[in-house]
C-alpha cells in the first residue's frame, strides 16, 4: 500500500515564524501535491511538483514555497507565517499525471498560527 | 471549467444500500469521473473512477449515465465506517494536476 506520512498531526506557531512542513511518500511516485483544506473552501491546491527540483504554482501560492530535492519528500515552507495561514494541510502524490491516476492523501496537518 | 454538482447532505441506515448522486451537465468527451471520500480526521481516499462505462472496485460501483451527464456512486452495503463526505471531481484535459477541483461533496451519514 501507498504510504504518504506527514511530519506532525498538529502544529501550533506564532505569527512571523518560518515553518516547514514536511510530507514524505514510499511509492516512488512523480508527483506531489500540497492543499489546504478550510470550512466552506474545500481543498486548494497550493503547489505541486511533477519531479524533483520542477514546482508548480496551483491556486493558491502567495505566502508559501516548496522544495523538491529527492523524489520522496516535498516540503511546504512558510516564509512568514500569519494568522491567516491556520488551517488543515494536506499533502498527496500520484503515480503520474494521467487521468486515470489516483492521488493519495497523507493524514494531514493541523497548523495553527497564533 | 467542468463542474459537479452534488447534494450537500446525505441519510443511509446500516447495511442498506446507498446512491450518491453528482451532476456534470457540462462534462466533455474527454473528463473522467473521480469520486474521493474523506472519513472524520482523514486526508481524502480515492474510491473510483470511470470514464464511460460502469464501474466496480472492492469498495464501490460507479454508475454513469449514457450521455454521461450525470453518474451514481454506489455503495453496495453501508457500514458506520462509510460516514464521510464524498467528492465527486472532474479531471479534465490536458490532465496537468492542477485540475482536481474538490467542491463541497455530499456529507454522508449512516444511521445504525
Known amino acids: 500500500d501507498v504510504k504518504v506520512t506527514q511530519s506532525s498531526r498538529y502544529l501550533v506557531k506564532r505569527t512571523g515564524e518560518k515553518v516547514f512542513l514536511e510530507c514524505v511518500q514510499d511509492?516512488?511516485?512523480?508527483?506531489m501535491f500540497w492543499y489546504r483544506q478550510d470550512p466552506g473552501l474545500g481543498l486548494r491546491l497550493i503547489y505541486f511538483?511533477?519531479?524533483?527540483?520542477?514546482?508548480e504554482k496551483g491556486d493558491i501560492p502567495e505566502g508559501y514555497s516548496v522544495s523538491r530535492e529527492k523524489k520522496e519528500r516535498f516540503s511546504l515552507i512558510l516564509e512568514s507565517a500569519s494568522t491567516n495561514q491556520t488551517s488543515m494541510y494536506l499533502c498527496?502524490?500520484?503515480?503520474?499525471?494521467?487521468?486515470?491516476?489516483?492521488?493519495?492523501f497523507g493524514p494531514g496537518t493541523r497548523l495553527t498560527v497564533l | 471549467d467542468a463542474k459537479t454538482t452534488q447534494p450537500n447532505s446525505m441519510e443511509s441506515n446500516e447495511e442498506e444500500p446507498v446512491h450518491l448522486p453528482c451532476n456534470h451537465s457540462?462534462?466533455?468527451?474527454?473528463?473522467?469521473i473521480h469520486w474521493y471520500r474523506q472519513l472524520p480526521s482523514q486526508g481524502p481516499e480515492y474510491v473510483i473512477h470511470?470514464?464511460?462505462s460502469n464501474v466496480n472496485n472492492r469498495m464501490a460501483s460507479l454508475a454513469i449515465a449514457e450521455d454521461r451527464k450525470s453518474s451514481t456512486l454506489i455503495l453496495h452495503r453501508a457500514t458506520l465506517r462509510d460516514a464521510a463526505v464524498y467528492y465527486c471531481?472532474?479531471?479534465?484535459?490536458?490532465?496537468?494536476?492542477?485540475?482536481?477541483?474538490f467542491g463541497a461533496g455530499t456529507r454522508l451519514t449512516v444511521k445504525p
Open positions: 498527496a502524490s500520484s503515480l503520474t499525471s494521467r487521468a486515470y491516476n489516483e492521488q493519495f
Open positions: 511509492m516512488d511516485h512523480e508527483n
Open positions: 511538483s511533477y519531479d524533483v527540483k520542477m514546482k
Open positions: 457540462t462534462i466533455s468527451g474527454t473528463d473522467y
Open positions: 470511470g470514464l464511460t
Open positions: 471531481i472532474l479531471r479534465v484535459l490536458p490532465y496537468n494536476n492542477n485540475d482536481m477541483r
